[in-house]
């Protein structure tokens, strides 16, 4: 019997982008029907009306429970959103074994996603999952240079973490991502962490801490991706849209792109390994956000088209 899961959308003004999704979730092998709770927030451009006729069209492959609502100014963003989505699912399931799993209406995943996140989903696991730009959408080779140049610095960040401070529960080869658009964990570790933080931006980023602090184990499979929209125009702060933005201003000005250099990686390594043998792990996200930054004092190069 497949593990009972409900894949979590909050969806804003994404009319043009939500049928994309849920015709991906219809597609998806070797897991039956696909329960989707949508919240829809604050839209007027008909979001709710395209999400319910694209699974209506769907042949009965997706199951489709939607809430529509309008949150106060001050609530109307990503973590308010995610955890009413997050809580709509919860509602349906019923049950602490269940599995959640998040993404957003501008993601398009691929057929084996969720038998992927349900092959990781080890009780008391955090699932993180790889996001790719949309092959489909129209990308620069600027753009594509810098997406490459950045990937293969944070392969080099993970190979340092992995020499210096291997978890045996997410050992490599791993990829590094665990964001809102592909992020899967069980109902009973959600509820335990106090569920998405109702912040502005970096919902998932906290939702992650705070399932880490409750006993959780963050893994990074291979298995697990998905794709997203290349789009700059984004409807959260400090989501992949703003990365574009950054990037296509980086095309434009011919400045240079800077990261933290791969010593203080390594000395990052280093620290967290020392940690968590004498606090342990749950500890460990708490007391590392309390760290300055790191300074951005290197160059990564990136080749231009000609």
């Known amino acids: 019997m497949t593990r009972p899961f409900c894949v979590c959308v909050p969806a804003r003004n994404e009319a043009g982008r939500v049928a994309t999704l849920i015709e991906a979730l219809s597609m998806q092998e070797g897991v039956g ?10 839209s007027d451009d008909g979001t709710a009306e395209v999400a319910r006729s694209a699974a209506e069209h769907r042949h009965g492959r997706v199951l489709l429970r939607m809430r529509d609502m309008t949150l106060a100014p001050g609530e109307a963003h990503a973590g308010s959103a995610r955890r009413a989505a997050m809580a709509l699912g919860i509602e349906w399931l019923d049950t602490d074994d269940g599995l959640l799993i ?21 009780p008391g696991t955090v ?15 600027e753009m594509r240079a810098i ?20 978890l045996p529960w997410d050992p490599p080869p791993r990829h590094g991502d665990h964001t809102g658009a592909s992020l899967a964990l069980d109902v009973g570790l959600y509820r335990r962490a106090g569920g998405v ?8 980023q906290a939702l992650v801490a705070a399932a880490i602090g409750a006993g959780g184990r963050l893994v990074h499979p291979p298995s697990v991706w998905t794709r997203t929209s290349a789009r700059d125009v984004g409807r959260a702060a400090g989501g992949m849209a703003e990365d574009m933005r950054r990037w ?15 010593s203080h990686w390594r000395e990052r390594a280093r620290w967290r390994r020392a ?10 996200p708490a007391a590392e956000a309390a760290l300055e930054p790191m300074p951005n004092d290197m160059v990564l190069e990136w080749k231009r088209a000609a």
């Open 33 to 42: 029907l696909v329960r989707v709770a949508l919240l829809v927030n604050n």
């Open 102 to 122: 998040s993404t957003d209406a501008d993601c398009r995943p691929p057929p084996g996603w969720i038998a992927a996140n349900l092959a990781a989903a080890a």
């Open 248 to 262: 296509r201003s980086l095309v434009g000005s011919g400045d240079a792109m800077t990261v933290p250099a791969l």
């Open 275 to 284: 940690w968590r043998i004498a606090h342990g792990d749950a500890t460990l």
């Open 127 to 141: 699932i993180g999952g790889a996001i790719l730009l949309d092959e489909r959408e129209p990308v620069t080779p």
């Open 197 to 204: 933080p109702p912040l502005a931006s970096g919902e998932d």
């Open 147 to 166: 997406r490459t140049a950045l990937d293969a610095y944070w392969q080099a960040v993970r190979d340092i973490e992995d020499a210096i401070d291997p």
